[in-house]
């Protein structure tokens, strides 16, 4: 400190003692000596600790936001919702100083503000909920600037920050509009250098957050006009090399990048630089063996190892623009395999090996990559839909090869003599072993787990086996077992093809998995625990192998719904007609005396052929139906296609009848369901629907009365029903209930009944609940966890942490209280990745979700979590 800056400290030091002495605090006389004191110690005091909070919140932001470099950089990363709790000490502290500056030292006369840093701190407060992404209170700051206070300079800066807060919200009209206001008001005045670097500024992230390259280089270049940081300015130069690499400009976005490398950018910019300088690569105008060898020299550099999916991915662009499809797939691979922080990257790349696969109608390695691709791309990635359908179809189809194959196999082991067969496991158990001894070396020399090896190299069959991707044969081919089969069920449950799916009638599902099933398998939880699932042990396969004359029917019945379901995925779904016919046909031949899947697979073929032209052989199943089934609905559409119509509208009578009865049933209504199951045969004659209708009557009136009545009317229903899921589910039920002795079975019903009382009320003030294991978890080392944070990252909010005993074994721990559901989500994120609170407590001892004032007793009343947390995933996540 230099000899004039003491003695202006000591000026305004003495000045200041004077001012204090002269007027004391108060902000009620409009005096020069209070105005004076107070503008000081505003300025000085609360509003330049603030400034300095929200400046050490914006560096602490730079560091831990990322960027995704596989898209057009914007210029400002504001971070995810994930950052904010990076910041959230920092912004809080920005706000509390500026509401210390509106409190204790404005100074309104006559409507007019004496105080000059209580509009800055509004500001402050703006752009500090803007940062926490509160843009709602963010706004409703900024608006009240605009209002409230006539400089020109503040009323601009609010309004660029309102801009900004419309864009992050998406709000591109309301954004246009004020943009557009703004320039026709400055049109007259002399605006500021500040002002227009702003608003270009502001236009560039307008344009690039709506994808709109074309008029957001415009506004980039006038950015670069003004004055910046150098490290800001070799982003907008990146921004500008992006925009024209989009647009195929490669030449001009070459010469964008060698200015970003001229300014010696942070590392992570300048490698993402010189990748896309690879990728720039133009195979018309020159060759690509120095490019190569230069990615090839950066794989091999260890400070690029985090980067090396990009690398590969520059690489497959590479090989793909020179032709080499076969490199460019083998790339794409590595780059998934790779891992790394991008996930847009990797989804891309999954993405792109996918397509590949398809194309080469490899429809199960395929299914694989799209399945990865939908886990990491964005939810607003465009045309995510329609990967998402081809995803669910392969998945389908995954799903009922790996049944076609595993149903083979347990028949096949199954017919074998009884010394042939123990051989056979005994043989399996022996190279299962060695497969484990091997992963465990292989294991040792990896330095980490590749994700899409595990996917594909290391599966649960259906017999409950860990099997590796080597081997010939169905058991130990995992490729063949269950690629995407377990992801598939954890994500979306069970899916199957509906009966009569060419017609427009669709028949409801009928969903007893969570009602009736779960009831009746509480009586056979005994025999359950003597199931073992040890792949070095001969009775896990025993076990699962269709040795009785019921489990050879059951393993039947999988195997022709699943043949028929493949039939229809490969016509339906990829238009492979080859392999519809295979499967469809296969069927037939196979099974030639069950007639309702017989019919079915003669009218898919039908239907099929006479779609694609083949006259002939349309013309084949045709006759077949109409000489083996004249009188069957197929034949009846066939020889009059308005029939279809008529049938359709018939069904959808009786699926309404269906659908009214079935809601009858969970609700308890047994009666209505009787009545209604008698209504329906004169209605329908459907033998499908009336066999679901006559399961659900047996079970209601069971309801009704007693586990016997149930388990005699199943008998009989399993004696006059013909095959499929509901026979086998009642003979389920029945060997259930007679291996153990019957329980209450309201329990499913009461679950019924609070699932219903949730009520979704966005509006509602919730709370955030943590329900521990206390055997597991230490309840108060974690509950003084939760306070600190909430001190550290929310202190603004007032929130109290208790906790009350749920049962003997739990304990809830409570935060409270957020105002909506907006707010409570927000805080759910931000702790939920909190390595303080939860980085040593395994995540299956404790659960975490948000709730509603309204569920809460409802909740605590029941002590159903399974119950609430479907409610909570369906409802907030």
């Not at 690629?483 to 994500?491: A, Q, W, Y």
């Not at 199931?531 to 999988?558: A, F, G, H």
């Not at 939860?838 to 509603?852: H, K, P």
Request: aromatic residues 12%; proline residues 2%; contains cysteine.
């Amino acid at each position: 400190m230099n000899r004039n800056t003491l003695q202006i400290s000591w000026w305004l030091g003495s000045l200041l003692i004077i001012l204090i002495s002269l007027s004391g605090c108060s902000t009620k006389k409009n005096t020069f000596t209070r105005r004076t004191y107070h503008n000081l110690t505003a300025h000085y005091n609360a509003y330049f600790n603030g400034k300095e909070a929200l400046k050490e919140g914006q560096t602490e932001l730079s560091k831990v936001a990322q960027d995704n470099y596989s898209k057009v950089l914007v210029p400002v990363n504001y971070g995810t919702k994930e950052n904010t709790t990076a910041v959230g000490p920092q912004m809080d502290r920005a706000i509390q100083k500026g509401s210390l500056v509106i409190d204790r030292h404005s100074m309104v006369f006559k409507g007019v503000e004496k105080n000059n840093w209580v509009d800055d701190a509004y500001m402050l407060i703006g752009k500090a909920n803007f940062y926490k992404k509160d843009y709602k209170a963010a706004m409703k700051t900024f608006e009240y600037v605009i209002k409230r206070y006539k400089e020109p300079d503040i009323k601009a800066d609010a309004t660029i920050w309102t801009i900004k807060s419309l864009i992050q919200t998406k709000e591109f009209e309301r954004a246009e509009s004020m943009l557009d206001d703004l320039i026709n008001k400055n049109k007259k005045a002399t605006p500021s250098g500040k002002f227009k670097r702003d608003l270009a500024m502001t236009y560039a992230e307008f344009y690039i957050y709506q994808d709109n390259y074309t008029q957001a280089e415009e506004y980039v270049i006038q950015t670069l006009e003004y004055r910046y940081p150098k490290s800001q300015k070799a982003r907008l130069w990146f921004i500008l090399a992006q925009i024209n690499q989009k647009r195929n400009n490669l030449p001009q976005a070459t010469r964008y990048y060698h200015k970003v490398l001229k300014m010696n950018p942070y590392y992570e910019l300048a490698f993402n630089t010189r990748i896309n300088l690879a990728k720039c690569y133009d195979a018309n105008s020159g060759n690509s063996k120095e490019i190569v060898k230069s990615l090839n020299k950066m794989l091999k550099d260890p400070k690029n190892l985090e980067y090396q999916d990009q690398i590969y991915f520059a690489l497959a662009e590479i090989a793909e623009k020179d032709g080499d499809t076969l490199a460019a797939k083998g790339f794409l691979k590595q780059c998934v395999a790779a891992g790394g922080k991008n996930k847009y990257q990797r989804g891309i790349a999954s993405l792109k090996v996918a397509n590949i696969y398809y194309s080469e109608n490899d429809y199960m390695v395929a299914q694989a990559y799209y399945d990865t691709a939908v886990i990491n791309l964005p939810a607003d990635y465009p045309d995510l839909a329609s990967v998402k359908r081809r995803v669910t179809v392969l998945t389908d189809l995954v799903k009922n090869t790996n049944i076609v194959d595993n149903e083979d196999s347990l028949q096949r082991i199954a017919g074998m003599t009884e010394t042939d067969r123990l051989k056979f496991i005994d043989e399996l158990i022996r190279k299962i072993k060695e497969e484990e001894e091997k992963k465990k070396r292989e294991m040792t020399q990896m330095s980490g787990a590749n994700p899409l090896m595990n996917r594909l190299g290391n599966r649960t069959d259906a017999m409950g086996n860990t099997q590796t991707a080597s081997g010939a044969w169905y058991f130990y081919n995992t490729s063949q077992v269950s690629m995407g089969f377990s992801d598939f069920e954890r994500k979306w449950g069970k899916r199957k093809l509906e009966d009569n799916w060419r017609l427009t009638y669709k028949e409801p599902v009928l969903e007893f998995t969570s009602d009736v099933v779960e009831t009746i398998d509480s009586l056979a939880v005994d025999s359950l625990q003597n199931i073992t699932n040890d792949p070095k042990d001969r009775k896990t396969y025993l076990q699962r192998l269709p040795l009785t004359e019921l489990q050879m029917e059951r393993s039947n019945n999988r195997l022709k719904e699943a043949l028929f379901n493949l039939g229809n995925i490969y016509y339906q779904g990829l238009n492979d007609y080859a392999k519809s016919e295979e499967s469809l046909e296969s069927l037939l031949k196979r099974y030639p005396t069950d007639t309702s899947y017989y019919l079915r697979s003669c009218y898919s073929l039908y239907e099929m052929y006479k779609d694609i032209g083949e006259t002939a052989k349309a013309n084949h199943y045709k006759d077949l139906i109409l000489n083996r089934f004249p009188d069957s609905d197929f034949a009846h559409i066939i020889k009059d296609p308005a029939f279809a119509k008529e049938l359709a509208s018939r069904r959808n009578q009786a699926s309404d009848l269906y659908k009214t009865t079935y809601g009858a049933y969970q609700r308890g209504q047994y009666t209505t369901v009787l009545d209604n199951c008698a209504k329906a045969k004169s209605i329908t004659s459907d033998k499908s629907l009336l066999s679901k209708f006559e399961f659900l009557r047996v079970v209601a009136k069971g309801k009704s009365q007693n586990n016997d009545s149930l388990v005699a009317g199943l008998k009989r229903y399993v004696a006059k029903a013909p095959t499929g899921d509901l026979k086998t589910l009642a003979q389920r039920i029945i060997e259930s209930a007679e291996n153990k002795e019957p329980q209450s079975t309201t329990s499913s019903g009461n679950t019924q009944a609070v699932s219903r009382s949730y009520s979704k009320k966005d509006d509602a003030i919730h709370l955030f609940v943590m329900v521990a294991d206390m055997k597991k978890i230490n309840t108060t080392a974690t509950k003084l966890k939760i306070s600190d944070y909430n001190q550290k990252y929310m202190s603004l909010d007032k929130l109290s942490t208790t906790s009350i005993y749920l049962d003997d074994s739990h304990q809830l721990i409570t935060v409270s209280n957020f105002p909506d559901k907006e707010h409570a989500m927000n805080y759910f994120t931000g702790i939920n990745s909190s390595d303080y609170v939860f980085g040593t407590l395994q995540r299956s001892d404790f659960q975490i979700f948000v709730i509603s004032v309204d569920n809460y007793p409802i909740l605590y009343k029941a002590k159903d979590l399974k119950t609430y947390m479907e409610f909570f995933k369906e409802n907030y996540l």
